[in-house]
């Protein structure tokens, strides 16, 4: 499934965008998630930079999930992505949370060699 989830988010030209602006978020007059959101329309997913690099890690995979099984219920997708991310071995995860990380994130994660892979 990593593969699956890989290719999409290399390929599909998705833009993964980190932002904190969630309040009062709309679109078709439903009410987007507080952590992240897919506008497939736009090739766009926005994910919320203030839950921890591991939550926006498990939202991306959520997101993709729903660009992958479109037709699937929330209630699978949330199943799936869980785990999806329990099973993600160490550099599967720290591929995913290059995507999820600000570069200041990056940059400061890099200096002091803490990678943040616990699960």
Do not use: C
Not at 8 to 36: C, E, M, N, P, W
Not at 46 to 58: A, E, M, P, T, W
Request: proline letters at 3%; zero cysteines.
């Amino acid at each position: 499934m990593f593969d699956k989830l890989k290719r999409v988010l290399i390929h599909s030209g998705y833009q993964v965008i980190l932002t904190g602006d969630f309040a009062h978020r709309k679109s078709g007059g439903l009410a987007r998630g507080t952590k992240g959101y897919i506008l497939p329309d736009d090739l766009k997913i926005f994910i919320n930079k203030h839950i921890g690099i591991n939550d926006r890690v498990l939202t991306l995979v959520h997101e993709l999930l729903h660009e992958i099984y479109s037709a699937w219920e929330e209630p699978r997708i949330d199943r799936t992505s869980q785990r999806i991310f329990r099973n993600l071995t160490v550099s599967q995860l720290g591929f995913l949370q290059f995507f999820v990380m600000s570069p200041t994130e990056i940059r400061s994660t890099l200096k002091s060699r803490q990678f943040p892979v616990s699960i």
